[in-house]
């Protein structure tokens, strides 16, 4: 290597200081060109279909974004927020959930869970909540953090409501009354706190007593669901028997009521028809009796097994009347 060609640092430095100063007339339009593509970058903004935008200039709210491509005022003049209006938001109570951002978490915790009832009974609520965001401003502008406040008063409004029924009525039929008013009353709180939410639903997901007491829970209630099964039993059993019972004194009460008809209608057809025949009788008092005898033997005859022929001198029927074993011929 000749070290005699090899350039000194004062060489490279010289070489350096040429070759900046050659460009450095295009410095500026390098530094203009960045500031372009950084503005332009912030100037365009998108909103999706489900959001809106929040515009604040200098921190100032100025105005809503509708869905879609709009413009702003770049480097951190005009500052967009986009907030979900049509997303349903979800919150669990004494299962798995947390705050993102937040020191404060929430987990399977016993201290949220467990609630004291109006008969001082203590059962494991497990419950959500679920809601929308309605008003974007209140909810960036008037409360610092929305969803802690939204935890809190909800676990507030559901200690009280199950505080106020007992622990069956818990358990089983005042369980959609308790997510009603539980709904009702947070909206009212929410409002009053102006955090621009809207309650869609509060609802009881679980409920159980703790752990260390349910075996004796479980044969109480089996113990009340037996009594219930026995009682509706019984009342299945009365309702089969009384209508029936009912039904049969009815219909006998009918059957007696047609019978008394008929024989009445009968008798005022008999008397009406006897008063026509005596009548007859007063006009032709022979030929009427004459009538009856002749309608009597139509009559009767017909239902006759065997017919004697009696010769009218014959002083007694008696030798005839065995005819049939001797061989005589019926009539």
């Known amino acids: 290597m000749d070290w005699q060609n090899v350039p000194s640092p004062e060489d490279i430095i010289d070489v350096g200081k040429k070759k900046f100063f050659g460009y450095s007339k295009y410095l500026p339009w390098i530094i203009l060109g960045l500031f372009v593509i ?3 970058k912030g100037v365009i903004y998108s909103i999706g279909p489900d959001e809106v935008g929040v515009m604040q200039r200098f ?4 105005d809503l974004s509708s869905p879609g491509l709009h413009a702003k005022i770049p480097f951190g003049v005009d500052k967009v927020t986009p907030i979900k209006v049509e997303k349903i938001f979800k919150e669990e109570f004494g299962g798995l959930s947390s705050i993102s951002g937040s020191a404060r978490s929430y987990g399977s915790d016993l201290e949220q869970s467990l609630m004291l009832t109006g008969d001082l009974n203590i ?3 497990r419950w959500i909540v679920q809601f929308k965001i309605k008003d974007p401003i209140k909810l960036l502008f008037v409360v610092r953090n929305p969803r802690s406040v939204i935890r809190d008063v909800s676990e507030i409004v559901m200690r009280r409501f199950v505080g ?8 089983t039929i005042k369980r959609e009354e308790i997510d009603h008013l539980a709904q009702v009353e947070m909206q009212r709180i929410l409002d009053d706190y102006q955090t621009g939410v809207q309650v869609i639903t509060v609802k009881l997901l679980d409920v159980n007593p703790p752990d260390k007491v349910k075996p004796a829970f479980n044969e109480v209630n089996e113990a009340k669901q037996e009594k219930e099964k026995m009682i509706n039993q019984a009342w299945e059993a009365y309702n089969k028997a009384i209508p029936k019972a009912k039904g049969e004194a009815e219909r006998t009460i009918r059957e007696a009521e047609g019978y008394s008809l008929d024989k009445i209608n009968r008798a005022k057809g008999e008397s009406e028809r006897f008063l026509v025949t005596l009548g007859e009788y007063k006009k032709a008092p022979e ?3 004459k009538r009856l005898y002749l309608e009597t033997l ?3 005859l017909p239902k006759a097994k065997e ?3 009696i010769d009218p001198r014959q002083s007694s029927i008696l030798p005839l009347l065995e005819l049939g074993r001797k061989g005589g011929l019926k009539q």
Do not use: M
């Not at 921190?59 to 100025?62: A, E, L, P, Q, W």
């Not at 106020?164 to 358990?171: A, F, G, Q, W």
């Open 307 to 309: 017919k004697y022929i």
């Open 123 to 125: 059962l494991d609520v």
């Open 164 to 171: 106020d029924y007992t622990v069956d009525e818990v358990l």
């Open 287 to 289: 030929i009427t009796r």
């Open 38 to 40: 950084i503005g332009l």
């Open 59 to 62: 921190g100032r709210y100025t």
């Open 298 to 300: 139509a009559e009767v």
